[in-house]
């Protein structure tokens, strides 16, 4: 069996050394340029459009992400029939749950606006919100949406959520598709954005949507940063009706020097960290992926092409 590896942005031979030790008997190369050689499988992340192209005998290909994005957007260079697989948790899910915990513990116990105060000194006491008024709408009941859903319940906090489909999920007041959104965000004072991007999906976050929130609601993006219009967001925050925004992920990657975000205090930025992809637990699952494939079982993250993920 022939594996053809691409990361971008990391160093194949970790990746290469995990696989060899779940699959010893696999062929590994890394893929180059001008390589149009016969493969069974591909590993990647971010492929070149030349990577996948019409390769001879290959069966599928595995992203070592969760969304798919980078994979689509290469359009016919991927073909329609070949299977796009993706990682499905591999260990996000905990670390997607911690983030958006602890994002939303802060504003709720306004651990924002007593930082603000120390830097300047003032001792002062802030009335705390109430639950019933911190209703956690999170737009994207996939395996991570509902993962940070079970976080938040731990807390008593009301959730709702959103999807493409109608949802019936215990603890969660569920919306769906475009008729549910408008009712959705009026009743969300934290939104949490862990949706796939697709061209329904891409900015999704306008002015038109956020002004739906409710005066003094809170921001969480730990999706893609293409669902948000960063300068209506923006605007929204100068203005007040949006209280505080935590991004993870960007319009551009990394977050340009002079990007006016990075000088917004009520604007917390962090690196595209929301959740890592754990390199010996993605491998796994990829391995007894590839070992069901081969045996001819069906796998779990088979991206459907109509949908875009
Ligand atoms: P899933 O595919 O499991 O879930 C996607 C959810 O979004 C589903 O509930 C789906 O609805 C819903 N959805 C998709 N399109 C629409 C739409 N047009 N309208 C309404 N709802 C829609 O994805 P995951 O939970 O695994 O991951 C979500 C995203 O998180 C990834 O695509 C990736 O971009 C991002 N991510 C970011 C990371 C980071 O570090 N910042 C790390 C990992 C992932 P339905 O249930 O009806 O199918
Ligand atoms: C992912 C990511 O999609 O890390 O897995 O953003």
């Not at 260079?77 to 994002?103: F, K, N, S, W």
């Not at 859903?149 to 959730?159: G, K, R, T, V």
């Not at 917390?268 to 081969?294: F, M, N, W």
Request: some cysteine; charged content about 25%.
């Amino acid at each position: 069996m022939r594996i053809l590896v691409h990361v971008s942005g990391g160093k194949p031979d970790p990746w290469l050394a995990e696989l060899r030790t779940v699959l010893p008997e696999a062929e590994l190369r890394v893929w180059q340029p001008g390589d149009d050689d016969p493969a069974d499988y591909a590993v990647v992340w971010k492929p070149p459009a030349a990577m996948l192209g019409r390769r001879p005998g290959l069966k599928a290909v595995f992203n070592v992400g969760a969304g798919v994005d980078a994979i689509l957007e290469l359009g016919d260079a991927v073909p329609a029939e070949l299977p796009v697989i993706r990682l499905d948790d591999a260990g996000m899910g905990m670390q997607m749950a911690e983030y958006v915990t602890h994002a939303v513990l802060r504003y709720f116990r306004r651990f924002d606006e007593f930082s603000m105060q120390e830097n300047a000194a003032n001792w002062r006491f802030l009335k705390p919100y109430e639950k019933r008024d911190f209703r956690v709408g999170i737009l994207g009941l996939g395996v991570l949406g509902r993962r940070i859903a079970e976080a938040l319940a731990h807390f008593d906090f009301p959730l709702n959520g959103w999807s493409r489909s109608q949802r019936n999920l215990a603890g969660i007041q569920c919306y769906a598709g475009p008729e549910g959104f408008t009712e959705f965000l009026r009743h969300s004072r934290v939104l949490v954005c862990v949706l796939p991007l697709t061209p329904e999906t891409r900015g999704l976050l306008n002015r038109a949507a956020l002004a739906h929130l409710p005066q003094g609601a809170f921001l969480i993006n730990v999706a893609r940063g293409d669902h948000v219009v960063e300068q209506d967001l923006l605007e929204l925050v100068q203005n007040g009706h949006i209280a505080g925004a935590t991004l993870d992920v960007f319009n551009e990657e990394p977050l340009p020097r002079a990007h006016p975000f990075w000088k917004e205090p009520r604007i917390t930025v962090t690196p595209h960290c929301a959740a890592l992809t754990l390199r010996g637990d993605s491998i796994r699952q990829i391995a007894g992926k590839i070992r069901a494939l081969e045996r001819g079982e069906p796998v779990a993250g088979l991206v459907d092409r109509t949908k875009g993920y």
